[in-house]
């Protein structure tokens, strides 16, 4: 079992920055694919970015060149710095881990508003 438990959002103006951390419980974190997804109202749980075990990194179009996804294996944390964020960013933002079998974290809210 895997307890993920993020930290990180709040309110900030557009243009701003924000850093989310999830921490997970465990000692085997450095063997799973781990990742951020969000979801707005009315809308599905999307992904945002996830790394893998031997440091792939994928990312959604809309945050290219402005997300940046990174792990800490010794810390088991998995990091997310968001800059230039917009008010479409603004949702609840889900910490992600995966070996055999998927879990998540309970969800921080991020909003981008002036």
């Known amino acids: 079992q895997v307890q993920l438990v993020e930290s990180g959002g709040g309110l900030v103006q557009p243009g701003g920055s924000l850093r989310l951390s999830c921490q997970a419980s465990?000692?085997?974190?450095?063997?799973?694919?781990v990742g951020w997804y969000r979801q707005s109202p009315g809308n599905q749980r999307e992904l945002v970015a996830t790394?893998?075990?031997?440091?792939?990194?994928n990312y959604a179009d809309s945050v290219k060149d402005r997300f940046t996804i990174s792990r800490d294996n010794y810390l088991n944390t998995v990091y997310l710095q968001m800059n230039n964020l917009k008010p479409e960013d603004t949702a609840v933002y889900y910490c992600?881990?995966?070996?055999?079998?998927?879990?998540w974290g309970q969800g921080t809210q991020v909003t981008v508003s002036s």
């Open positions: 992600y881990a995966s070996l055999a079998r998927e879990y």
């Open positions: 465990g000692s085997i974190f450095r063997f799973y694919t």
């Open positions: 790394i893998t075990g031997g440091g792939s990194i």
